[in-house]
């Protein structure tokens, strides 16, 4: 299997433009999941599917970012209007559902940075 | 609600000298517990997981780490640092909970760097 894909891999954009971020999961897995890593704030859980549906957004941090899984083998986190401070890396992870643990499978991971 | 603490975010050790990264967590139900490791550039690699069983589990690259409920602990070691283990290190504790144990919790990290 490929693993997790993501792309763009690298991103630079102006303050005030559209970004749109993609995944696509491990075939299979029913779990998706959008993280941010920052230096200062670590690595922050954004939002998470199963299924296809969005189980916890809790962690999105504001109305410009929204995420949606149209079907099971593709993911968008898109940033309406971007701002420096969502300068970042954005991981997808995926995982099977499971009673006993399940590992999540991370993506290589965008980096985008917003000027 | 399930936590994860990681004491010390730095850690330098000598090549050839014992690595040990500490993590406690905090669960009200037995906990499923990981280590992740993230080299420059990329992302997170699980390097072993506890669920039941044998607490003392064993992970790639030499890694391996001991389950101590007691302690709540689940410290990750490696008998001799190689320069290539110089990474950053996650501990993470997810929980069963409503049928599915695939969120996880993860700590803020340890940087972990090899020294000559």
Known sequence: DAGVIQSPRHEVTEM???????????SGHDYLFWYRQTMMRGLELLIYFNNNVPIDD??????????????????????QPSEPRDSAVYFCASSLAGTRGSEQYFGPGT???VT | AQSVTQLGSHVSVSEGALVLLRCNYSSSVPP????YVQYP?????????YTTGATLVKGINGFEAEFKKSETSFHLT???AHMSDAAE??????????????????????????QP
């Open chain 1, 16 to 26: 005030g433009q559209e970004v749109t971020l993609r995944c696509k999961p491990i």
């Open chain 1, 58 to 79: 809790s962690g999105m941090p504001e109305d410009r970012f929204s995420a949606k899984m149209p079907n099971a083998s593709f993911s968008t986190l898109k940033i």
């Open chain 1, 111 to 113: 980096r985008l940075t």
């Open chain 2, 32 to 35: 499923y517990l990981f280590w």
């Open chain 2, 41 to 49: 550039n990329q992302g997170l690699q699980l390097l072993l997981k």
């Open chain 2, 78 to 80: 490696k008998p001799s």
């Open chain 2, 89 to 114: 290190y996650f501990c993470a504790v997810s929980s069963y909970y409503g049928g599915a144990t695939n969120k996880l919790i993860f700590g803020t990290g340890t940087l972990l760097a090899v």
